[in-house]
């Protein structure tokens, strides 16, 4: 890749949001004017088609029994009329579920979940591969799709919002070394290795690894990557044997005024067969059962002895979060793509690779952000690979890839 890194003077420092809208509900519209309608839809047994006559924001689907039916929720949609149906779909219906979001509604003769889709390049088009499954294999949570970046449609405007500081998180923890060129208007990335101390994460069965100690000398060679590219600056949120509560790590980021914040990480399943990486992004429904089981698992982090060390933290409480995140959970999405393309060269991936769980590692509300699992310590192969010199080299250059990749793109679209 060759990129011309020369003239950002701070291009590509993330855009400002030191306010958070607090929105007071009975005073809050929205303006649905510019929403894009759906103008076709075309559904049978394998593949579901809905076309738009303009842009949206996202779309969502999810399941349901009793009766069955799939739902497709279109932000930034205006519903239409009808559709042709056929197969297992018996009929289609539309609505306006709110002023800014359309559900469609396919009705079956049996259960039924979407396993695939995606937008087209223009964003017009969206198809969903649709598979049926027994009741009992039905799964929970939605799965979400976003059009390409430059066909997206903008949110809607707030009629009436008031504006307080969000402020930067006051955390004691002493910010960490940042490496690389010594120029602030390059990006700046946090890398964070999760777990540390007394808490060492998911321990290998085959070979008695730490989680903490494998994803530590993965951080460490993904920051050595990219200041030997010397594209970008980077910090680490540990780079010894420390612990930290999950707040600190993105309290680190949101210090540093970072641009990605990346979370790596190491998974465990009771089945040793499992392997293979994955992306999470934030959600708060997670994607599947395994995701919410993730976040209940990795959020349990800051808990020792039955005390939380956690806490709420006045600046990123929840309504503030609810409201400045959706473009930033926007980028973090568009991010975890990039990491799925360029990581698959030199590592394997799972099937359905990018997640969704509400991780609160995840929750700075103005620094988009992933948390990558490298891999199963429960399977030979990938701690085998996640151990060595030359297996943490491949995962260092996926990533580093990625993020330069990400870079380069925002800088192309300014």
């Known amino acids: 890749m060759n990129f011309d890194w020369t003239d950002m003077v701070g291009a590509l420092h993330k855009a400002a949001m030191p306010f958070a809208a607090i929105l007071a509900s ?50 930034g949609g205006k519903a239409g ?51 049926s499954v027994g009741s009992d294999a039905l799964k929970k949570g939605r799965k979400s799709f976003l059009p390409p970046v430059q066909f997206r449609a903008e949110p809607p405007k707030k009629s009436y919002s008031v504006k307080v500081p969000l402020g930067k998180p006051q955390d004691k923890v002493t910010l960490p070394k940042v490496s690389g060129p010594d120029d602030k208007s390059r990006p700046l990335v946090v890398i964070d290795a999760g777990h540390g101390g007394h808490d060492p994460g998911a321990v290998s069965p085959h070979s008695g690894k730490y989680e903490k100690t494998v994803v530590l000398a993965i951080a460490k060679a993904v920051r050595d990557q990219l200041v030997a590219s010397g594209r970008v600056r980077v910090a680490l949120t540990r780079d010894t044997d420390k612990y930290l509560v999950l707040e600190e790590r993105y309290g680190i980021a949101r210090r540093l005024d970072a641009d990605l914040f990346i979370s790596i990480h190491a998974d465990a399943a009771g089945n040793q067969s499992a392997n293979g990486a994955t ?54 999405a568009d991010f975890a793509k990039l990491l799925i393309r360029e990581g698959q060269r030199m590592i394997k991936f799972r099937s359905n690779p990018h997640r969704f769980a509400s991780l609160v590692v995840l929750k700075a509300p103005d620094t ?47």
């Open 81 to 131: 009329r009808g559709g042709r149906a056929a197969g297992m779909i018996k009929s289609v219906r539309q609505g306006q579920y709110s002023p800014n979001t359309a559900r469609i509604v396919f009705d079956l003769d049996r259960p039924a979940v979407i396993t695939a889709g995606g937008f087209s390049a223009d964003g017009k088009s969206l198809k969903l591969s649709l598979q």
């Open 279 to 332: 992306v999470y992004t934030l959600s708060e429904v997670a994607s599947d059962r395994e995701a919410a089981k993730l976040a209940a698992r990795e959020n349990r982090a800051n808990i020792i002895n039955g005390v939380n060390l956690g806490g709420a933290n006045q600046d990123v409480s929840s309504i503030l979060i609810d409201l400045t995140q959706r473009e930033t959970m926007n980028v973090s």
């Open 26 to 75: 009975s005073l809050l519209t929205v303006n649905p004017a510019n929403a894009g309608s759906v103008s076709r839809i075309d559904a049978n047994d394998g593949q579901i088609t809905v076309s738009f006559d303009g842009l949206v924001e996202s779309a969502s689907t999810f399941s349901l029994l009793g009766p069955d039916r799939i739902a497709v929720d279109i932000k």
């Open 368 to 414: 988009p952000s992933v948390l990558f699992e490298t891999g199963y310590l429960t399977n030979k192969d990938d701690v085998a690979l996640l151990s060595s010199r030359n297996g943490q080299s491949k995962v260092a250059i996926g990533i580093a890839n990625a993020i330069e990749a990400h870079f380069a793109r925002k800088l192309a679209q300014r």
